[in-house]
């Protein structure tokens, strides 16, 4: 084994190999190790001699430590994510892992960036981020409820396109039904609610809704849940989801 | 000419081909007519009995008014943005002219989502996406100031990461500087502020800055600016910029 370890954060888009960048394919044809959430594992096709290690989709941080260990001894290893490594996923944890040991800094890391769920999502259905938009994690595993709440009423003030990741989990059951309810109680009731689910991947479901409706429409892990502005229009069309668009233009509002 | 045209919005990534999703490519190779903005459309390998129609990069409501007359008379067209073209990019122009002239609705529209300039510029230096996040453009061109301003005063108070769009321009001198101002009034001085000029370009330049001294950095219309939340962290290390992350985890705020 070379003793120049290197470490790539790799996203694979949101599931498509259409959307694989060819750069992060290079990265994972590339790699000894691939390291990462089972799932996201699978969808990389076999490769003889390649070592995989998959762990599920909670320790981001043991996951990354393990990883950039597994650099120091000489191997080329991939961190796969889904969709951009940067958003909501393992980019983060590993460069918090490389500021919690000095050791790790020589370690050469690139991130290989992707396309995120939500633009997969918006472009499904129109340009619902036509807009400025924000991202917000409804998972309060790692921030209290009360920080995504007053974030939430900060966008929704700003009038901000809002994207929530991590809509909903079994162990997470309410965070989206309270996340349509504060919104609900700024904007107005025809606002349009995109609910994307495994865009790209197997069961991919699109609805679109008013954000009046919105809270009955069903919603798992796997979905990307977009939360118009005051100006998002939608469009109706005949045996197809509506279009969803946002000018870029926008007036001031009293 | 074939009486079936269509549309499709297509996002070439930030430059560097292999960026380029090969859905992106695919949808470029099939066209007829591609439409866009000059220097993006000199970024597609030219096509033997392809046509090409550049314009500038204002008058996008006319540019997507065009190209969807081409599509009308049987022509496969590729409107050509850069980045992601659901993020301030030719999507929205598009699904605004189609609202507009309802006899345009029954030419078959695609968005080809790509790699925004966020997430590269983001990949460059870390993970400083790694948290709660939004997008604004500054260019007040299609919006009253007192709407950015507004927005931003919104983003610091609810600690997003803030990604800059359109920061600068020969017709717009002054709103990043006004940005970075109203930014530093809310964010302490060591706050990262990441420049990110024509990431994965030539003459790409990636500059890592404290906020208190961010108004002295260059930047054009290239540069993507992105302005640390209160958690987001720097690691120096020897011959490159400084890393950037922000951790996934947070706490409450007082």
Redesign the interface.
């Known amino acids: 084994m070379s003793a120049a370890g290197t470490l790539t954060v790799v996203?694979l888009?949101p599931g498509?190999?259409?959307?694989?960048?060819?750069?992060a394919q290079?990265a994972l044809a590339e790699a000894t190790d691939l390291v990462g959430y089972g799932p996201y594992l699978d969808r990389v096709p076999p490769q003889p001699g390649q070592r995989r290690h998959a762990s599920d989709n909670r320790v981001?941080l043991e996951r990354a430590r393990f990883a950039l260990d597994l650099a120091t001894q000489g191997n080329r290893v991939a961190v796969v994510s889904g969709g951009?490594?940067?958003?909501?996923a393992m980019?983060?944890?590993?460069?918090?892992a490389?500021?919690g040991e000095p050791a790790w800094?020589a370690i050469p890391?690139?991130?290989?960036?992707?396309?995120?769920a939500m633009?997969?999502a918006?472009?499904?259905v129109?340009?619902?981020?036509?807009?400025?938009?924000?991202?917000?994690?409804l998972s309060d595993n790692?921030?209290?409820w009360?920080?995504i709440e007053?974030?939430l009423?900060?966008?929704l003030?700003?009038?901000?396109v809002i994207a929530l990741y991590n809509p909903i989990s079994s162990a997470r059951p309410w965070q989206l039904g309270a996340a349509l309810e504060i919104a609900a109680a700024a904007r107005g009731p025809e606002t349009p609610v995109v609910f994307a689910r495994a865009v790209g991947r197997a069961g991919e479901a699109i609805t679109v809704a008013r954000l009046a409706e919105a809270g009955g429409v069903a919603a798992d892990m796997a979905t990307l849940v977009l939360i118009g502005a005051s100006t998002t229009?939608l469009?109706l069309?005949p045996g197809e989801p509506p279009?969803v668009?946002?000018?870029?233009?926008?007036?001031?509002?009293p």
Chains 1, 2 share one sequence.
């Open positions: 996203g888009g498509d190999p259409r959307w694989l960048t060819p750069a290079q981001e951009d490594p940067g958003v909501f980019a983060a944890a590993v460069f918090e490389l500021d800094r890391i690139t991130v290989e960036p992707g396309v995120t633009l997969a918006a472009a499904r129109g340009a619902p981020l036509g807009g400025d938009f924000c991202a917000i994690s790692l921030k209290p009360a920080v007053r974030r009423q900060a966008a003030a700003a009038d901000f229009r469009m069309r279009y668009y946002t000018p870029r233009r926008c007036e001031a509002r």
